[in-house]
């Protein structure tokens, strides 16, 4: 188990207050702002730490950057991102889950993991093309891959921060 440090703990706050995935750099140039003096090469080894204890969720950005969230719920899930304003929806899919663990094990594949992350505009950024916040929510209740699904915080079973 990794001891907690003065560098972790600011990392770890830092995090706390934001809403969406930030890379390294972002999070050192907030942290600096905050008045930390931590250099870079600490933070990109305290965020491997974390990401790798389960403290924090990495999700790989479409330019191959690493980019990091502290996350509400610890358990296994899933991520909406916007790819306009970064804003992350966690949502749960126990079907989903249940087909993947079935495909895995129909190819010979044992102790599988995975991640999931799936890129869209968020209602903000839609604009006319995409549905309303409440067919959004309408689409989320209907979702044929969580029909089963109970839900966690609210109707649809997803959590935003």
Not at 82 to 101: D, I, Y
């Amino acid at each position: 188990m990794q001891r907690n440090t003065r560098q972790r703990t600011a990392i770890l706050e830092t995090l706390a207050r934001q809403d969406d995935f930030r890379s390294a750099q972002q999070i050192h140039e907030q942290m600096k702002a905050d008045g930390e003096t931590v250099g870079l090469a600490t933070v990109y080894r305290n965020l491997q730490v974390l990401s790798r204890t389960d403290r924090l969720d990495v999700l790989v950005a479409g330019d191959g950057e690493a980019l990091y969230r502290q996350c509400e719920d610890t358990g296994h899930h899933h991520h909406l991102v916007c790819r306009e304003c970064g804003r992350t929806v966690e949502f749960l899919a126990p079907k989903l889950e249940s087909a993947m663990t079935a495909i895995a094990h129909e190819h010979g594949f044992t102790d599988v993991d995975h991640t999931l992350e799936v890129f869209g505009l968020c209602s903000d950024h839609a604009g006319g093309d995409g549905p309303a916040e409440e067919s959004a929510d309408e689409h989320a209740e209907t979702d044929p891959a969580d029909e089963d699904a109970e839900p966690e915080d609210d109707k649809d079973g997803a959590r935003t921060r």
